[in-house]
């Protein structure tokens, strides 16, 4: 069964809280298999509660349910911190093939990086959430948050080594390596 899995907290790297759900995607269940409408840079979602309550389903850009549009589609990757989605990403969701009718685990196929339709964009630079992107802020536990909050350090540059640091981040946060992020320090300055 083919599924959409909103990105847990390591879809977005250590610094995001966008939490995890799953929704059904397309066709009809005919014997254990599945065909699904292939997700293309424009295509639309929604809200879908039926399989969990963060969960999202392809729809009509015009459908009032319609929440986000695909920024971009990505292959969908094991590890889900090895997915860079463009800037402005609000949403990532990753679609995956499950085996057995569980609709909460399967393998990723695709990735979704998707913008909200409204007005309220996390993923922009400095807001609070999306990906962890050159001009947001952390806290010093490499936590995001939003930069008008006032309590956070400037992200500078996105390293492997907190030694590849500009000279002006005076606050670098090495965080312990995982598989598929490309960096693993944040190099930061006090905001």
Same mark, same amino acid.
């Given at each position: 069964m083919l599924t959409l899995v909103l990105g847990a907290t390591a879809a977005c790297g250590p610094l995001s809280d966008s939490g995890s759900g799953t929704s059904k995607r397309g066709g009809s269940s005919n014997g254990g298999s599945q065909e699904a409408r292939e997700w293309k840079v424009g295509d639309c979602a929604g809200p879908d509660t039926s399989q969990s309550k963060d969960g999202f389903q392809g729809l009509?850009?015009?459908?009032?349910?319609?929440?986000?549009k695909a920024l971009a589609v990505k292959d969908g990757e094991i590890f889900a911190g090895a997915v860079e989605c463009p800037a402005g990403t609000d949403e990532i969701i990753s679609?995956?093939?499950?085996?057995?009718?569980?609709?909460?685990?399967?393998?990723? /196929?695709k990735t979704i990086c998707g913008r909200n339709l409204s007005g309220d964009h996390p993923g922009d630079a400095g807001a609070g959430g999306g990906q962890l992107v050159v001009g947001d802020c952390?806290?010093?536990?490499?936590? @995001?948050?939003a930069c008008a909050s006032g309590g956070g350090n400037k992200v500078l540059a996105l390293t492997k080594t907190a030694e590849e640091c500009p000279?002006?981040?005076?606050?670098?946060? @090495?965080?312990?390596? /995982?598989?598929?992020?490309?960096?693993?320090?944040?190099?930061?300055?006090?905001?």
């Amino acid at each position: 069964m083919l599924t959409l899995v909103l990105g847990a907290t390591a879809a977005c790297g250590p610094l995001s809280d966008s939490g995890s759900g799953t929704s059904k995607r397309g066709g009809s269940s005919n014997g254990g298999s599945q065909e699904a409408r292939e997700w293309k840079v424009g295509d639309c979602a929604g809200p879908d509660t039926s399989q969990s309550k963060d969960g999202f389903q392809g729809l009509d850009c015009d459908d009032p349910k319609a929440t986000i549009k695909a920024l971009a589609v990505k292959d969908g990757e094991i590890f889900a911190g090895a997915v860079e989605c463009p800037a402005g990403t609000d949403e990532i969701i990753s679609v995956k093939v499950s085996f057995g009718g569980d609709a909460t685990a399967g393998l990723p /196929s695709k990735t979704i990086c998707g913008r909200n339709l409204s007005g309220d964009h996390p993923g922009d630079a400095g807001a609070g959430g999306g990906q962890l992107v050159v001009g947001d802020c952390v806290d010093d536990q490499a936590k @995001e948050v939003a930069c008008a909050s006032g309590g956070g350090n400037k992200v500078l540059a996105l390293t492997k080594t907190a030694e590849e640091c500009p000279a002006n981040a005076d606050n670098p946060i @090495e965080l312990f390596p /995982s598989p598929g992020r490309p960096y693993n320090a944040i190099c930061t300055s006090k905001a």
